[in-house]
């Protein structure tokens, strides 16, 4: 009786794994199906052999090139800045002594409530005024905006937790508030700093609403814009190299998660589980 | 050290920048909205000041009650589900599982950290009937249901639950990591006690472990919910608010006043609603918290 048990346990647990991973499964195969494939088989069925042709076709026909590029720039930048932002603001409103610092740390982490679409629209006039539409930097400095909040929030959780007698003896020995900075608090910092990169790498990455608001010349789009529009660009026919486009916008995320995953599941949920 | 900590230029130059940037470009234009919506027309072309008419008029709008009763659904059918199949995946892991726990943790994460616009299109195709039969609907004619085959987000009367199951599937992992993590949390001897109480199955759940996990449960609650007032992404990658308006949101309906008829006032308006529910509801589930 109890081997019945466990051994529909592990069936229940074996069908929930599927049917997480199957889709992806099936979205690999299908990128390196011909268009033929698709009339005379099932769905389901496997690729017949691997077509290579539709990640070509997606990489120069489809401008993925160009959007990998435009996404990779925006992200990268913008997560520089608010790392760097996150650390100096997490610390000075957490560490330093000033008289507005608490309202400022409660100040910039009352921003984690703030709906994107609430923003979208002053921001659109903005930029149109200042001649910032369609142009990365716009993309960026949004990015870095919408990225503080929750950034400053988890620098300022791990740091209430950090040790007061490192700082004092780096004072002792003659550091700065800089050098201080530098070689003994960020050091110290890295799992929080590697938990904000996370997060927000793939929250950026992710960006769909600001990129397809504030970007329309495609030369300049970010990937999820790109893949929205794909459809229209090689029409609903040719599933080979949406899956192929599809597939590529998720590599970055797959080899980041593959190597990464423990750091990547703690990052995450890091974010939900402090807010 | 306190003058050193104590630097005035640190400071300054710590929090200035970024507080210049978080000022403008975050909390200004949400006090913008607030000034945009008492007026109509759209800047520089019949820009009118008309005070709380906006306000108003939403509740005569028929395709902002029809916005607003998708997104409220849609709020509580995913919600629920990614809430409540995360903290059964949770237990599962917890109680059934003996082996393998990380490597299937890893496996039901994995769809977390697909872009959204990836898994629309990946579940656009799933749904798919023409030209040819997407993945579920040449399961169901393999398997001798083919009268079970339709237009899955083609139609009105599935579109919305089929946006539903893709969000509760991407979501379902995330959520059930986080209870796993305060599972663990629970120290194994307040089981035990308890099953030598006679405790197990549902009382054990509903007495020992709901209770404790009570903060957790609040939390992810907060998150799914603000989470699922947004709304957009993955329906406009599924199905672009389509067929017919059965699966557009709020913010979908606020894109379209303000983008595409050029109403930035009404569609202000709009913007404010979404962010009174996203507190407003927020603040609610709160609640459940303080009380002990």
């Known amino acids: 009786m109890k081997k019945v048990k466990s051994g529909i346990r592990g069936v229940i647990i074996f069908l929930l794994c599927v049917i997480e991973v199957y889709p992806l499964f099936w979205m690999l195969t299908a990128s390196f199906k011909q268009q033929s494939e698709w009339t005379e088989k099932p769905a389901y069925a496997l690729n017949d052999g691997f077509y290579v042709e539709n990640y070509i076709d997606a990489w120069t026909r489809g401008h993925m090139a160009t959007f990998f590029k435009n996404s990779l720039i925006c992200t990268v930048v913008a997560l520089v800045f608010i790392v760097v932002f996150a650390t100096t603001v997490g610390f000075a409103v957490t560490k330093m002594n000033w008289k507005w610092k608490k309202a400022v740390g409660r100040y910039f982490t009352m921003g984690i409530m703030v709906p994107v679409a609430t923003a979208l629209i002053p921001l659109f006039q903005i930029y149109s005024k200042m001649n910032l539409l369609n142009t990365r930097t716009c993309l960026i400095i949004t990015y870095i905006a919408f990225g503080l909040s929750l950034s400053v929030f988890l620098v300022q959780g791990y740091l209430r937790s950090f040790p007061d007698d490192i700082m004092e003896a780096a004072v002792i020995d003659g550091c700065g508030i800089y050098r201080m900075m530098w070689h003994i608090v960020v050091p110290l910092m890295k799992n929080a700093i590697v938990t904000v990169l996370v997060l927000q790498f793939f929250f950026k990455w992710n960006d769909l609403l600001f990129s397809m608001t504030f970007i329309s010349d495609s030369s300049l789009k970010t990937i999820q814009t790109g893949l929205l529009y794909f459809q229209d660009e090689f029409g609903g026919k040719n599933w080979g190299a949406i899956f192929a486009s599809v597939s590529m916008s998720v590599l970055p995320m797959l080899v980041l998660y593959t190597i990464l995953n423990r750091k990547v599941i703690e990052g995450m949920t890091a974010g939900a589980v402090k807010g | ?292």
């Open chain 2, 1 to 292: 050290m306190k003058r050193v900590l104590a630097n005035k230029k640190a400071i300054a130059l710590f929090v200035l920048p970024a507080f210049v940037i978080y000022t403008v470009f975050v909390m200004l234009p949400v006090v913008w909205s607030l000034y945009y919506s008492l007026y109509s027309g759209s800047p520089g072309l019949d820009w009118e000041f008309v005070g709380i008419d906006n306000y108003i008029s939403l509740f005569s709008d028929k395709n902002f009650l029809r916005a607003l009763t998708v997104n409220c659904k849609y709020i509580i059918v995913v919600t629920t589900g990614q809430v409540g199949l995360g903290l059964v995946l949770a237990l599962m892991f917890k109680f059934w599982l003996k082996r393998c726990k990380t490597i299937i943790r890893t496996l039901v994460f994995f769809p977390v950290v697909l872009p959204t616009v990836a898994v629309g299109q990946l579940f656009s195709k799933i749904y798919e009937i023409q030209p040819n039969y997407g993945l579920l609907n040449s399961f169901l004619d393999s398997i001798g249901l083919s009268n079970l085959v339709q237009p899955w987000i083609g139609q009105e009367s599935t579109a919305l639950w089929a946006l539903c199951v893709m969000d509760i599937w991407v979501a379902m992992g995330f959520y059930s990591v986080i209870y796993y993590g305060a599972l663990l949390d629970i120290p194994d001897d307040v089981i035990e006690a308890a099953k030598i109480d006679g405790c197990s199955g549902w009382s054990l759940f509903r007495r020992i472990l709901l209770p404790l996990l009570r903060p957790i449960v609040i939390t992810c609650l907060v998150f799914s919910f603000s989470g699922t007032v947004k709304m957009f992404e993955s329906a406009l990658a599924l199905t672009n608010g389509g067929p017919g308006g059965a699966t557009k949101s709020l913010s979908m309906y606020m894109y379209d006043v303000s983008f595409t008829y050029n109403k930035v006032g009404y569609g202000s308006v709009i913007a404010i609603v979404i962010f009174l529910i996203c507190v407003g509801g927020s603040m609610l589930i709160n609640r459940f918290d303080v009380k002990e």
